[in-house]
């Protein structure tokens, strides 16, 4: 499984998009940030809950200069059939990488080998291929993109302004902190 602060190998996978399919690669978003959002399956109950919240926010995380991508290990065609069917899928800008045989799932540690399902994970990468944050959890508890939008701000923050922190619940315009030994138990 990858860590963070580890460089995450190039990949290649089909994804579904603008009513296309497409080949991409991890290597065609250097130089942006990148957001996987790893999630079960399509034709499910909770998935469409993230993936449409996900779609609402896709501008915002476009602004901060992140591309969004959703894994599942459903193929393209599935993909395809439930953008199709499910009016909150429909909405759906950002491309929908089909994992069938689990090789991404597997590599990112979202893989559930014995129900052949991906968990709910969340990956921010950086512009240089770096894995900095992870997030994976039970597959009943549904996640919060806009928080996944705060995390990419403070990591673009604290790459952005070296020796800096973001304190808990951090959001753009507020105050971080600078790590000093001078500020150890004064907090």
Not at 25 to 32: K, M, V
Not at 74 to 103: C, L, Q
Not at 123 to 131: A, E, H, S
Request: net charge negative; hydrophobic share 40%; charged share 35%.
């Amino acid at each position: 499984m990858l860590k963070v602060n580890e460089k995450v190998p190039d990949f290649e996978a089909e994804a579904y998009q603008d009513d296309k399919i497409k080949k991409i690669r991890l290597s065609d978003y250097r130089g942006r940030w990148l957001v996987l959002v790893f999630y079960p399956g399509d034709f499910t109950f909770v998935c469409p809950t993230e993936l449409q919240e996900l779609e609402e926010l896709y501008d915002e995380f476009k602004k901060e200069d992140a591309e969004v991508l959703s894994v599942s290990k459903d193929t393209v065609f599935v993909h395809k059939a439930w953008h199709d069917n499910s009016p909150a899928i429909s909405k759906i800008e950002y491309p929908m990488v089909a994992d069938p045989s689990g090789r991404l799932c597997r590599e990112f540690g979202t893989l559930v080998e014995d129900e052949g399902l991906s968990l709910r994970g969340s990956f921010i990468i950086d512009p240089d291929g770096v894995l900095k944050a992870i997030e994976i959890h039970d597959n009943s508890i549904g996640r919060s993109m806009r928080e996944l939008l705060r995390k990419l701000q403070a990591a673009k923050f604290v790459r952005e302004h070296k020796g800096l922190a973001c304190p808990a619940s951090w959001e753009p315009g507020k105050e971080a902190l600078e790590p000093k030994l001078d500020l150890v138990g004064k907090i």
